[in-house]
Structure formats: C-alpha cells, structure tokens
C-alpha cells in the first residue's frame, strides 16, 4: 500500500550538512502525517520532524533552528535538510507515514545511516 525508499545519509563532518529525501509510493491520505526518524546504537528511535500533506510542520526541540522537512507533491518525497550537524547526529535516519488513529496505518523506510565526525 505504501513503500518508503529513504536515502541521503553518509559521513560528514561537524558543521557540515546533508539532505535527507524519502521516496513514497502508494497513498497517502490527508490526515497523514509523514516524519523523520533516528535512531542512535543503545538509544530509542525518536522523532526528529514532522509535516503533512498541507505542509504543516512539527520540530522537536533538537532540529529548531538546523533541520528543515519539507515535501513535494510533485515528487511525492520527504526531504529532511540538515544543517550545522554534530556528532550526536549519528544515527539510523527513517522516514516514516502514520495515519490518524484509528487506522493503524504506519510505514517505515529503511533506514539512511548518518555520520558525524568530530
């Protein structure tokens, strides 16, 4: 129903910056919402952002003022921009589409490595 090809990461340097795009086939409804992952070794994936198909957005307090998610319709692909990056960045980046509840609707992409070194 829906596949999330996700794919942008790599090594970078501190400060250095990379974007993340995420590839979406299938439908997607209104009520969607699609995200930004990660998942660091010995941590709990967290959310890192957040927006819908009316571009309305959600940041936690980490990606304020450095990351930026945006989606194409277009294209139908999440991007994720990443900027002034640290080493904490690291991580196991995912995209994801959730539905509203009920409908128990959630995909996941397959995972971008990111590296940060310091």
């Known amino acids: 129903q829906v596949q999330l090809v996700d794919s942008g990461g790599g090594l970078v340097q501190t400060g250095g910056s990379l974007r993340l795009s995420c590839a979406v086939s299938?439908?997607?409804?209104?009520?969607?919402?699609m995200g930004w992952y990660r998942q660091a070794p010995g941590k709990q994936r967290e959310l890192v952002a957040s927006?819908?198909?009316?571009?309305?957005?959600n940041y936690v307090d980490l990606a304020q003022g450095r990351f930026t998610i945006s989606w194409d319709n277009a294209k139908k692909t999440v991007y994720l921009q990443m900027n002034s990056l640290k080493p904490e960045d690291t991580a196991v980046y995912y995209c994801?589409?959730?539905?509203?509840?009920?409908?128990?609707?959630?995909?996941w992409g397959q995972g971008t490595q990111v590296t940060v070194s310091s």
């Open positions: 994801n589409v959730k539905g509203s509840w009920p409908s128990g609707r959630n995909y």
């Open positions: 927006i819908n198909i009316l571009h309305s957005t």
């Open positions: 299938g439908s997607i409804f209104s009520s969607d919402v």
